[in-house]
Structure formats: structure tokens, C-alpha cells
């Protein structure tokens, strides 16, 4: 047949093998791009499982469109090269054709994709070479599947009155094939069992054999069912039955299946890694911008927000300390009264979030910060009951200690004496106070001096300029947690303001364990404060997957400078003004770090490379099915017309006959369905969520889960509809012209569609 | 009755079938003979109501036997030439479907295709896909889908052209069977020995009726 005819009459058929080549060698293509960013190629094994598969299918269709050709050149005794000239050459023109469109679709995709595909800038020789490999493949499945029909007996290819189109692969090596992927499908379930299944390649490529085992077991239960009851159907219902298990639709019914299968388990994983480094991303950034603050004291940080951005529109504060792995020694300390403004538009979405608890967070006294220039205190002294010792008049030294506006503890001394001699019980004092123009915070004071005996010295006031700073009162520094606070001054020991030793509610993520003692959490001046746990999360911001995160005042409150781990750090939002994030950078805060919208900085180059592979695997899998499918349309149109035509003539009217298509769409439908959703949510389950798919560390998120049962479902319930689709247009009762039907029940031609 | 009444088949380049001024009654078997390509497929094409007449009608007891689309009248029944069975079904389905399609109930329609079956002696084969059979057996399983349904009309187009004799004189025993049930029965052929066994005669030669006769 001349090339330009052969090309016109088995349109259909040479583009599906074309279509199918081009979509493996872009996939080829594209895998190697990836792998040389850090991929592992063996994700992309089913995705090359099922291309080979395809192919053959695909290659078969031609073969058998063709076996009249191939009839002839056999009749006339072509053999040798002449034979492989005529019998494969059209197929390799196809595959050939597939091999250069396919790698410029890759280009030209590479081209328009977002920058954020991890893919080398560069094509190298390795990319042409992994398209031509695929070619020759797909070159060698055409001619070798072309061959296998050329060289079946002549009676099996054209045996006359013969109507049907027949397998062309043996029962019995179908049979063998079968059971053979059961058998790969078993091992493959048994290794991902095993401790070693993450890093095993059996498991990394087990969707694809899981998927055609499926796919397999599919056939088989849909050919049981049609062994059963066939006596009881309507004619509509037996013709339907029959058609939907004839031997015609299995391979695509199992091509539908593994590449609906491979698809879910790929794109679920890639689904959750993309889920999983966007959501560390957002989690360790904190917010849309984060910028760090090396020199900067915690407090002062805070206090610098409250200074640039007073109402809390843009700006929040926060101090981190992850310097260790130890879920317990890892903390964020964040200004959580902004955090609905300033973090909530990136982390609410985040398993990280604290939307809900901000009020339970800061449910503590927060830090007191004070401004002014003096220091004035009083106090009073209640002698004991009954006591003597009236001539000695009580003296009070008062050493106060206090964080000033630049990060450093200092502390003054005042004296306190009987304000008028007649009442020696009431003392004051007054001081200087150096520093404190900016914002001072109170950290603890030592009472000095003489009591009569058994007397009980009480502070009244510590005001700095008008304002009292005493708080609720004072407890010792390393007293029980239940201290009640006082006002009592304990002689020579030191005493804290009480609110640096309420407990601090606290979240807290990953595994904290406490083995000495009580829950406490390492306070921002390196002391131990006790804890309230709130509950506990997969994953908080700033610490991620492992640590505690606690309200900043609260956690300011009485505690000493920044110990060196605490970091400073100046959330913001990402419609911050400019300005406002250069007057932070003018105060001595490093260049604004800003969320990366993809995963990629989370998930690491190889991750990420191996994200972008599944995705691949995903989308080919789908093209690959839909080429498979596409191309069974055209033989059915033909087989449609000549089974119309066959019908009406024994008095079968359109009406049954269209419910016949319907019976078999449907029950081709509810198969794919049903397969599909019930064996990608088992493949999932069973064998590829042991996949490594993220980057893992003791203070990262928890790996992801990626067993999703929702788009094995979604992706069943599209490979159900497009192939009833295909089958219901396809097989569509066109009017069957009457001269059709005379024509098709009085000619032999039982595989070529009559025109 | 079926009354042909100058019937001329037309395609746009040629005349297939032309003149033809025909009474076939039933009761009788009734041959239609000639060489390869005198036209005796497209007469029964047009006999049965498949395609339209360019000229003239056909009509069956006053009724014409074209409907407009193609659909045969109910009361014909066909052995085509080229068997039309349906591939994917069984040979007893292949007949128990058309019983099915005149409304007779699935268990009988079944047992009836397999009674028909075993009378053309290819019982033992019911349960086969057409698609493994041979051009005998296939053209046995065509005469039985036709007689099975036991219609008021049956085409036979070459019906024993791939028969043995045996195969042969039990077919036309069966049409003759229909023919006493009071079916009309036209048998195309080119086979001489059937044209013997049929009541009347009629001869084709380029889609024109060259003679009548009543052999035997
Ligand atoms: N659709 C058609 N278009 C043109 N010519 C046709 C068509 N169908 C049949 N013919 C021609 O009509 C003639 C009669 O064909 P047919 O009725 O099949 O003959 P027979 O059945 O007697 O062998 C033949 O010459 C054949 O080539
Ligand atoms: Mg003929």
C-alpha cells in the first residue's frame, strides 16, 4: 500500500503509537532532567511499566488494522529484510515521528513551566540519549509485536466468515503473564512489609506492577461474572454482558486500571511532599516575611515592635531557641496577641496553627516594662506580737535588679529609712535609675538589713517615677511552684517578681521528655520556668516538628537577657510597608527572608526532584491511558456499525441495542470504578506509602501520609468516565443507513470498516 | 403473499437489479438461481425490506415491506449470506436473542435455540463463541437463528453453500418444513440440486428474471 494511503486508512492507529513513543520520550526526557537535579529514577518504573504495556498495545492495534497488508505480503512471500521493511516500517515511522515530538514537547513545556521545576538550565547529552533509548524501545515492542501477527498461522489471521477481531496473544500466555503478576505483585507486598521497605526498589516501584495486578484481576472477575447467569438476562442485558467481557476490551480495561492506579499512588505522593514542604516552608518562616535579629535582645525586639508598629498591623515579635534537637530544649516564643493579623493568613492553614489558643497562650501575666528615672520604695515594718527590742531602729537595704533598654541586667541599691523618727516602722527610699529612659523590666531584688527580731518587714511600693512596678507581689526564685506571692520581704534572700514563676502555657510538638523532674521550658534568660501544656500538635511554628511554643510577654516577664541559642526574630506580613521593613533592617535586622511559594526549599533538591518525577509519573500515566483508550474508539465504530447491522436484521430494534452499549458502558464503568478505587487505595496502603517522600530529622514535620483514599476515588471515577465516554460516542448508534445495513450483511469484510 | 411489482435497484453508477414482476406465495419453497453477481443478494435486500426499491414496491400480504429505515417488517426472517451473527455470543445465543428479540421469554427462547441446534446436529457445539466455529458450522447456526424464530417469511440467501450434502438435504428439509407450516420461503442459490428440491424456479442473469419454471 503506498505510504500517503497506508497514512490516510490507519490514521487512527499511527497516532496512538505516535502519541503513546512521544508521551514516554518526553517522559524520558523530562526523568532525566530530574535525576540529574537529584531524582531517583526508580520512581518513574511504573510510569515505564505501563508505557511498555502501552505500546504494545497500541503497536498491536496497527498490526491487526493492518493484517490484510500483512496477509498479502505473506501470500506473496516476502521474507528477509524486505519482509521487516514492509511488515514494521510503518510503525517504526510512527515511533520515529513520536521520538522527535516527543522531547520537543518536553522543551517547549520546560520552557513555559514555572521556574520552579528543579531541572538543569542546560539539556545535556544524557537527555537525548534517554529519548532516543525510548524510541528504540518502543521501535523494537512495534516490530516485535508486528512480527508476532505476521507470523501466526494464515488460517488464524483470515479464516473466512470469521467476524471478530481475535487476541492475538495466546491463552496460555496470557494465563502465564497473568499469574506471573501476581506472583511479582506478592513479593512486592511481602518487601514492603519489611523494616528496609524505605529505601527498597521494589516497593519504590511497586505501583506499577500493583496497578496491572489489579488491572489483571479485574479481567478476570469481570469474565467469572459473565460466566454466570447469562440464561436470565434480557437480550439488551446479554448482549451488554457479553460485549463488556469479549476478549476485545481487556487489555484496555487493564491498561485503565494500572495507569488510573499508578497515577493516584504517584500524584498522592507528590501531592504530599508538595503539602508537606509547603508547610514547612510556612512553619519554619513563621509568617510571610521573617527577619532575624542577631544582635538584638528578645525584649528589645519586642519592644521594637511595639515601637514601629504599635497597633500590630504588620509586625510581630518572636524568639526561637533551636539550637538542639531535644524537643524540650527547642522553643518559640511568639507575640501571640498579633499572631491572627500578622502569621494567621500563612500558618492557619498549618497543623502549626494557633488559631483557637492565643487567649489560653497568654493566659498568664505577661512582662511589665517601665520607663522613668527614679526609683522609690516603701515599706513598713509590724513587729512581732509581744516582742521588746523597741530601741533598735529597723534598717532596709533594698538591692533591686532589673533588664535594662539595652539587654543588660543592672541592679541599684537604695536605702530605705523611718521617714520621720517618730515612726520608726515606716520606711522609704529613693534611688536613681540609670538606663531605664527606653524600657526596663523588673528581674528581682534583694532585701538587706536589720529587723527586730521576729518582726515582718513589708514592701509597700516600688514605684519607678509614678508608676508601682511591684506587680503581684514576689516569690523566691526556686521556690515550690504553688509559692503563694507576698509582699513579705524575706531578709538576705533574693525574690523574683511572681509573674517570672507563674506556670506559661505552652504547646507543645513532637516527643518532650522531662526526665528530672516536672514539664518546665527553658526561659528566654536560660532559666526554667514551669509549664502548662495546652496540648500538643504535629508541627509549631518556628520549631516545627519538634519543641514548645509559648506567648513572648509572658515569657519575658522576669526573665533575664537573651542566653546565646535564643535567637531574636521580627515576623511580618507580607503587605508590610517597605518602609516599615528597612526602618527593622536600619535597626539592625538581617534582609527579610520571605515565604517560598513552592516546596522546593523545604523538601531539599532531591525531594524536590523526585516530587517533580511523581508528578510526571501522574500526567503520563493519565496520557498514556487516555491514548490507550482513544484508540480503541476507531475498531469500535466499525465493529459498532456491523453488530447494528447484524441486529436489526434479526428484528433487534434501537431501542434494546442502545441499552446494550449502556449495559456494557456501565458495567466497563463500575469495573474501572470499582478496581481503581479499591486497588490504589490497597497499593497505597499496602506498599507505596512506605516510600520515602521527604526529606526526614528529628526536628522536621512528621513524614507525610500518603494514603489518600479520596483521589484513588476521584482518579477511578475520571478513568470510569472517560471510558464510558469514549465507548458510549464511539459506539453510538449513528443511523445506520439501510444501504449500510444490505451492504455490511451481504459483504465478507469482516475488519475493515465499510465506507 | 409477497407481491413484487416492477422493482428496479439502482446505485448511482449502475443497475444492479432491474424489471422484476414477481408473485412468491407461501407454502411454497421457492428458488431464485444464478451466476455469482446476477443480483439474487440484492433482490432479497430488497424482498425483505432492507433497502428501498428505486422503482416499483414489494409488498407483503398488501403491505409494503420497505418501512422507511430499514427495519424489517417483524414477520421476515433472514439467512444471510454472510451468516451477520454476533461475534461475541455463543451459537446458542446467537439464535436464543433473536427469539428473545420477538418477545419469547429467555428460559424458552434458550431451550428452543437449543432444540434447533440439535435438529441441524451442531447441539454438541451451543456453548462455543461463533468466533471459534467453522464456515459450515457458522452457516448451520445462521439457518438455525432464522428457522427458530418461525416466521411468516424467510430469505435464504446461498443457505447451503458451505454444507456437505447431509448438511444440505437437512437444511432444505427444514425450509420445507416451514414452507408446509405456511411460511413463504425464497432460496437463493446457485446450486442446482437445490433449485431441484424447490417447487418453483426462477432464473437471474444481470439483475433481470431470464425465466420460470416448476422443477421437479
Ligand atoms: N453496493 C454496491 N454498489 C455497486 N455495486 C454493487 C453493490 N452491491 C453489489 N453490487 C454489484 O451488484 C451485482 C449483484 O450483486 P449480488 O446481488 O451480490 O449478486 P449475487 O448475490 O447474485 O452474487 C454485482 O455485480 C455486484 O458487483
Ligand atoms: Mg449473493
Given at each position: 500500500?503506498?505510504?500517503?494511503?497506508?497514512?490516510?486508512?490507519?490514521?487512527?492507529?499511527?497516532?496512538?503509537?505516535?502519541?503513546?513513543?512521544?508521551?514516554?520520550?518526553?517522559?524520558?526526557?523530562?526523568?532525566?532532567?530530574?535525576?540529574?537535579?537529584?531524582?531517583?529514577?526508580?520512581?518513574?518504573?511504573?510510569?515505564?511499566?505501563?508505557?511498555?504495556?502501552?505500546?504494545?498495545?497500541?503497536?498491536?492495534?496497527?498490526?491487526?488494522?493492518?493484517?490484510?497488508?500483512?496477509?498479502?505480503?505473506?501470500?506473496?512471500?516476502?521474507?528477509?529484510?524486505?519482509?521487516?521493511?514492509?511488515?514494521?516500517?510503518?510503525?517504526?515511522?510512527?515511533?520515529?515521528?513520536?521520538?522527535?515530538?516527543?522531547?520537543?514537547?518536553?522543551?517547549?513545556?520546560?520552557?513555559?513551566?514555572?521556574?520552579?521545576?528543579?531541572?538543569?538550565?542546560?539539556?545535556?547529552?544524557?537527555?537525548?540519549?534517554?529519548?532516543?533509548?525510548?524510541?528504540?524501545?518502543?521501535?523494537?515492542?512495534?516490530?516485535?509485536?508486528?512480527?508476532?501477527?505476521?507470523?501466526?498461522?494464515?488460517?488464524?489471521?483470515?479464516?473466512?466468515?470469521?467476524?471478530?477481531?481475535?487476541?492475538?496473544?495466546?491463552?496460555?500466555?496470557?494465563?502465564?503473564?497473568?499469574?506471573?503478576?501476581?506472583?511479582?505483585?506478592?513479593?512486592?507486598?511481602?518487601?514492603?512489609?519489611?523494616?528496609?521497605?524505605?529505601?527498597?526498589?521494589?516497593?519504590?516501584?511497586?505501583?506499577?506492577?500493583?496497578?496491572?495486578?489489579?488491572?489483571?484481576?479485574?479481567?478476570?472477575?469481570?469474565?467469572?461474572?459473565?460466566?454466570?447467569?447469562?440464561?436470565?438476562?434480557?437480550?439488551?442485558?446479554?448482549?451488554?454482558?457479553?460485549?463488556?467481557?469479549?476478549?476485545?476490551?481487556?487489555?484496555?480495561?487493564?491498561?485503565?486500571?494500572?495507569?488510573?492506579?499508578?497515577?493516584?499512588?504517584?500524584?498522592?505522593?507528590?501531592?504530599?511532599?508538595?503539602?508537606?514542604?509547603?508547610?514547612?516552608?510556612?512553619?519554619?518562616?513563621?509568617?510571610?516575611?521573617?527577619?532575624?535579629?542577631?544582635?538584638?535582645?528578645?525584649?528589645?525586639?519586642?519592644?521594637?515592635?511595639?515601637?514601629?508598629?504599635?497597633?500590630?498591623?504588620?509586625?510581630?515579635?518572636?524568639?526561637?531557641?533551636?539550637?538542639?534537637?531535644?524537643?524540650?530544649?527547642?522553643?518559640?516564643?511568639?507575640?501571640?496577641?498579633?499572631?491572627?493579623?500578622?502569621?494567621?493568613?500563612?500558618?492557619?492553614?498549618?497543623?502549626?496553627?494557633?488559631?483557637?489558643?492565643?487567649?489560653?497562650?497568654?493566659?498568664?501575666?505577661?512582662?511589665?516594662?517601665?520607663?522613668?528615672?527614679?526609683?522609690?520604695?516603701s515599706a513598713h515594718h509590724r513587729p512581732a506580737r509581744g516582742g521588746?527590742e523597741r530601741?533598735?531602729?529597723p534598717?532596709l537595704?533594698?538591692?533591686?535588679?532589673?533588664?535594662?533598654?539595652?539587654?543588660?541586667?543592672?541592679?541599684?541599691?537604695?536605702?530605705?529609712?523611718p521617714?520621720?523618727?517618730?515612726q520608726p516602722d515606716a520606711l522609704?527610699?529613693?534611688?536613681?535609675?540609670?538606663?531605664?529612659?527606653?524600657?526596663?523590666?523588673?528581674?528581682?531584688?534583694?532585701?538587706?538589713?536589720?529587723s527586730r527580731a521576729s518582726g515582718r518587714l513589708t514592701l509597700d511600693?516600688?514605684?519607678?517615677?509614678?508608676?508601682?512596678?511591684?506587680?503581684?507581689?514576689?516569690?523566691?526564685?526556686?521556690?515550690?511552684?504553688?509559692?503563694?506571692?507576698s509582699r513579705t520581704l524575706?531578709l538576705?534572700?533574693?525574690?523574683?517578681?511572681?509573674?517570672?514563676?507563674?506556670?506559661?502555657?505552652?504547646?507543645?510538638?513532637?516527643?518532650?521528655?522531662?526526665?528530672?523532674?516536672?514539664?518546665?521550658?527553658?526561659?528566654?534568660?536560660?532559666?526554667?520556668?514551669?509549664?502548662?501544656?495546652?496540648?500538643?500538635?504535629?508541627?509549631?511554628?518556628?520549631?516545627?516538628?519538634?519543641?514548645?511554643?509559648?506567648?513572648?510577654?509572658?515569657?519575658?516577664?522576669?526573665?533575664?537577657?537573651?542566653?546565646?541559642?535564643?535567637?531574636?526574630?521580627?515576623?511580618?506580613?507580607?503587605?508590610?510597608?517597605?518602609?516599615?521593613?528597612?526602618?527593622?533592617?536600619?535597626?539592625?535586622?538581617?534582609?527579610?527572608?520571605?515565604?517560598?511559594?513552592?516546596?522546593?526549599?523545604?523538601?531539599?533538591?532531591?525531594?524536590?526532584?523526585?516530587?517533580?518525577?511523581?508528578?510526571?509519573?501522574?500526567?503520563?500515566?493519565?496520557?498514556?491511558?487516555?491514548?490507550?483508550?482513544?484508540?480503541?474508539?476507531?475498531?469500535?465504530?466499525?465493529?459498532?456499525?456491523?453488530?447494528?447491522?447484524?441486529?436489526?436484521?434479526?428484528?433487534?430494534?434501537?431501542?434494546?441495542?442502545?441499552?446494550?452499549?449502556?449495559?456494557?458502558?456501565?458495567?466497563?464503568?463500575?469495573?474501572?470504578?470499582?478496581?481503581?478505587?479499591?486497588?490504589?487505595?490497597?497499593?497505597?496502603?499496602?506498599?507505596?506509602?512506605?516510600?520515602?517522600?521527604?526529606?526526614?530529622?528529628?526536628?522536621?514535620?512528621?513524614?507525610?501520609?500518603?494514603?489518600?483514599?479520596?483521589?484513588?476515588?476521584?482518579?477511578?471515577?475520571?478513568?470510569?468516565?472517560?471510558?464510558?465516554?469514549?465507548?458510549?460516542?464511539?459506539?453510538?448508534?449513528?443511523?445506520?443507513?439501510?444501504?449500510?445495513?444490505?451492504?455490511?450483511?451481504?459483504?465478507?469484510?469482516?475488519?475493515?470498516?465499510?465506507? | 403473499?409477497?407481491?413484487?411489482?416492477?422493482?428496479?435497484?439502482?446505485?448511482?453508477?449502475?443497475?444492479?437489479?432491474?424489471?422484476?414482476?414477481?408473485?412468491?406465495?407461501?407454502?411454497?419453497?421457492?428458488?431464485?438461481?444464478?451466476?455469482?453477481?446476477?443480483?439474487?443478494?440484492?433482490?432479497?435486500?430488497?424482498?425483505?425490506?432492507?433497502?428501498?426499491?428505486?422503482?416499483?414496491?414489494?409488498?407483503?400480504?398488501?403491505?409494503?415491506?420497505?418501512?422507511?429505515?430499514?427495519?424489517?417488517?417483524?414477520?421476515?426472517?433472514?439467512?444471510?449470506?454472510?451468516?451477520?451473527?454476533?461475534?461475541?455470543?455463543?451459537?446458542?445465543?446467537?439464535?436464543?436473542?433473536?427469539?428473545?428479540?420477538?418477545?419469547?421469554?429467555?428460559?424458552?427462547?434458550?431451550?428452543?435455540?437449543?432444540?434447533?441446534?440439535?435438529?441441524?446436529?451442531?447441539?454438541?457445539?451451543?456453548?462455543?463463541?461463533?468466533?471459534?466455529?467453522?464456515?459450515?458450522?457458522?452457516?448451520?447456526?445462521?439457518?438455525?437463528?432464522?428457522?427458530?424464530?418461525?416466521?411468516?417469511?424467510?430469505?435464504?440467501?446461498?443457505?447451503?453453500?458451505?454444507?456437505?450434502?447431509?448438511?444440505?438435504?437437512?437444511?432444505?428439509?427444514?425450509?420445507?418444513?416451514?414452507?408446509?407450516?405456511?411460511?413463504?420461503?425464497?432460496?437463493?442459490?446457485?446450486?442446482?440440486?437445490?433449485?431441484?428440491?424447490?417447487?418453483?424456479?426462477?432464473?437471474?442473469?444481470?439483475?433481470?428474471?431470464?425465466?420460470?419454471?416448476?422443477?421437479?
Amino acid at each position: 500500500m503506498p505510504a500517503a494511503r497506508l497514512a490516510r486508512v490507519h490514521a487512527t492507529e499511527l497516532m496512538v503509537l505516535g502519541g503513546t513513543t512521544a508521551i514516554l520520550s518526553s517522559a524520558g526526557v523530562l526523568a532525566w532532567a530530574l535525576h540529574r537535579s537529584g531524582g531517583d529514577l526508580l520512581v518513574t518504573f511504573p510510569l515505564a511499566l505501563l508505557g511498555l504495556v502501552g505500546v504494545t498495545l497500541a503497536s498491536l492495534d496497527l498490526a491487526w488494522a493492518r493484517h490484510h497488508d500483512l496477509l498479502v505480503a505473506r501470500l506473496r512471500g516476502v521474507h528477509g529484510v524486505t519482509a521487516l521493511r514492509v511488515v514494521a516500517a510503518p510503525a517504526w515511522a510512527a515511533v520515529l515521528l513520536g521520538t522527535i515530538v516527543g522531547p520537543a514537547a518536553a522543551s517547549g513545556f520546560l520552557g513555559a513551566a514555572p521556574a520552579r521545576w528543579p531541572t538543569p538550565d542546560r539539556w545535556g547529552v544524557g537527555e537525548g540519549v534517554a529519548a532516543a533509548a525510548v524510541g528504540l524501545i518502543c521501535a523494537g515492542v512495534a516490530t516485535g509485536t508486528t512480527l508476532t501477527l505476521f507470523r501466526l498461522p494464515i488460517a488464524a489471521t483470515f479464516v473466512s466468515g470469521r467476524t471478530a477481531r481475535q487476541p492475538l496473544t495466546p491463552a496460555a500466555v496470557a494465563r502465564v503473564a497473568g499469574i506471573g503478576l501476581v506472583v511479582l505483585a506478592a513479593i512486592t507486598l511481602y518487601r514492603a512489609t519489611q523494616p528496609s521497605a524505605a529505601s527498597s526498589a521494589v516497593v519504590l516501584a511497586g505501583a506499577g506492577v500493583g496497578g496491572l495486578t489489579v488491572g489483571q484481576l479485574a479481567v478476570w472477575g469481570l469474565r467469572g461474572l459473565s460466566r454466570t447467569s447469562a440464561g436470565r438476562r434480557t437480550t439488551a442485558g446479554l448482549l451488554g454482558v457479553r460485549r463488556a467481557t469479549s476478549t476485545e476490551h481487556a487489555p484496555r480495561l487493564r491498561l485503565a486500571v494500572a495507569a488510573a492506579i499508578v497515577g493516584t499512588a504517584a500524584w498522592s505522593g507528590a501531592a504530599a511532599a508538595d503539602a508537606w514542604g509547603h508547610e514547612s516552608e510556612a512553619l519554619r518562616v513563621g509568617a510571610a516575611i521573617s527577619l532575624y535579629l542577631p544582635e538584638t535582645s528578645a525584649l528589645q525586639t519586642w519592644q521594637l515592635t511595639q515601637e514601629l508598629d504599635p497597633e500590630g498591623r504588620w509586625l510581630m515579635a518572636a524568639a526561637v531557641k533551636d539550637d538542639r534537637d531535644e524537643s524540650e530544649l527547642r522553643v518559640a516564643y511568639l507575640d501571640v496577641e498579633r499572631y491572627e493579623r500578622v502569621a494567621g493568613p500563612v500558618l492557619d492553614a498549618t497543623t502549626g496553627s494557633l488559631a483557637g489558643v492565643v487567649e489560653d497562650l497568654r493566659d498568664a501575666p505577661g512582662v511589665e516594662v517601665f520607663t522613668g528615672a527614679r526609683l522609690t520604695a516603701s515599706a513598713h515594718h509590724r513587729p512581732a506580737r509581744g516582742g521588746g527590742e523597741r530601741a533598735r531602729t529597723p534598717s532596709l537595704r533594698l538591692s533591686v535588679e532589673y533588664l535594662d533598654g539595652s539587654g543588660v541586667v543592672q541592679k541599684v541599691e537604695l536605702r530605705l529609712r523611718p521617714d520621720e523618727p517618730d515612726q520608726p516602722d515606716a520606711l522609704s527610699g529613693e534611688i536613681a535609675l540609670p538606663q531605664c529612659e527606653v524600657g526596663c523590666v523588673l528581674l528581682g531584688l534583694t532585701a538587706t538589713g536589720r529587723s527586730r527580731a521576729s518582726g515582718r518587714l513589708t514592701l509597700d511600693t516600688l514605684v519607678v517615677d509614678d508608676t508601682d512596678v511591684s506587680g503581684d507581689g514576689w516569690v523566691s526564685p526556686d521556690g515550690p511552684a504553688d509559692e503563694p506571692p507576698s509582699r513579705t520581704l524575706a531578709l538576705d534572700r533574693r525574690s523574683v517578681p511572681a509573674a517570672a514563676r507563674t506556670d506559661q502555657p505552652v504547646l507543645t510538638a513532637g516527643d518532650p521528655s522531662w526526665t528530672d523532674g516536672p514539664a518546665r521550658v527553658v526561659g528566654i534568660g536560660g532559666g526554667d520556668r514551669p509549664i502548662t501544656r495546652l496540648g500538643s500538635r504535629a508541627a509549631l511554628p518556628l520549631v516545627l516538628g519538634a519543641g514548645l511554643v509559648g506567648d513572648l510577654p509572658v515569657a519575658l516577664a522576669g526573665s533575664r537577657g537573651s542566653v546565646s541559642g535564643v535567637r531574636s526574630v521580627v515576623l511580618a506580613r507580607g503587605d508590610t510597608p517597605p518602609d516599615l521593613l528597612t526602618a527593622l533592617v536600619d535597626r539592625g535586622a538581617d534582609e527579610p527572608v520571605r515565604i517560598d511559594p513552592g516546596s522546593s526549599r523545604a523538601l531539599g533538591p532531591s525531594a524536590a526532584a523526585d516530587l517533580h518525577l511523581r508528578t510526571l509519573v501522574a500526567v503520563g500515566s493519565g496520557l498514556l491511558a487516555l491514548a490507550a483508550l482513544l484508540g480503541g474508539a476507531r475498531g469500535r465504530r466499525g465493529a459498532a456499525r456491523r453488530d447494528a447491522a447484524s441486529l436489526r436484521v434479526i428484528g433487534i430494534v434501537a431501542g434494546v441495542r442502545r441499552r446494550a452499549r449502556l449495559v456494557e458502558a456501565l458495567l466497563l464503568g463500575t469495573t474501572v470504578l470499582a478496581a481503581t478505587s479499591v486497588g490504589g487505595w490497597l497499593t497505597m496502603a499496602a506498599v507505596t506509602h512506605r516510600v520515602r517522600l521527604v526529606p526526614t530529622g528529628p526536628a522536621r514535620l512528621p513524614e507525610p501520609d500518603a494514603v489518600d483514599a479520596t483521589s484513588a476515588v476521584v482518579a477511578a471515577a475520571l478513568a470510569a468516565v472517560v471510558w464510558m465516554a469514549v465507548l458510549l460516542v464511539a459506539g453510538r448508534e449513528r443511523r445506520v443507513a439501510a444501504l449500510l445495513t444490505a451492504r455490511v450483511t451481504a459483504r465478507r469484510t469482516p475488519n475493515r470498516e465499510p465506507r | 403473499m409477497i407481491e413484487i411489482r416492477d422493482v428496479d435497484y439502482r446505485t448511482a453508477e449502475r443497475t444492479l437489479v432491474s424489471d422484476i414482476d414477481l408473485v412468491v406465495r407461501p407454502g411454497e419453497l421457492t428458488a431464485i438461481s444464478g451466476t455469482s453477481g446476477s443480483g439474487k443478494t440484492t433482490l432479497l435486500s430488497v424482498v425483505g425490506g432492507l433497502v428501498r426499491p428505486s422503482t416499483g414496491s414489494v409488498l407483503l400480504d398488501g403491505e409494503a415491506t420497505w418501512r422507511g429505515s430499514g427495519d424489517p417488517l417483524p414477520a421476515m426472517s433472514f439467512i444471510l449470506q454472510v451468516y451477520g451473527l454476533v461475534p461475541i455470543l455463543s451459537a446458542r445465543e446467537n439464535v436464543s436473542i433473536a427469539l428473545r428479540a420477538r418477545g419469547v421469554a429467555a428460559r424458552t427462547a434458550d431451550d428452543d435455540a437449543e432444540e434447533m441446534l440439535d435438529r441441524l446436529r451442531i447441539g454438541d457445539l451451543s456453548s462455543r463463541q461463533v468466533e471459534e466455529l467453522s464456515g459450515g458450522q457458522l452457516q448451520r447456526v445462521a439457518c438455525a437463528r432464522a428457522l427458530a424464530v418461525k416466521a411468516p417469511v424467510l430469505l435464504a440467501d446461498e443457505p447451503t453453500s458451505e454444507l456437505d450434502h447431509t448438511s444440505r438435504d437437512l437444511v432444505m428439509g427444514l425450509l420445507r418444513e416451514r414452507a408446509e407450516a405456511g411460511a413463504t420461503v425464497v432460496v437463493a442459490t446457485h446450486d442446482d440440486e437445490v433449485v431441484d428440491q424447490c417447487d418453483v424456479h426462477h432464473r437471474m442473469d444481470e439483475g433481470r428474471l431470464v425465466s420460470v419454471s416448476t422443477p421437479g
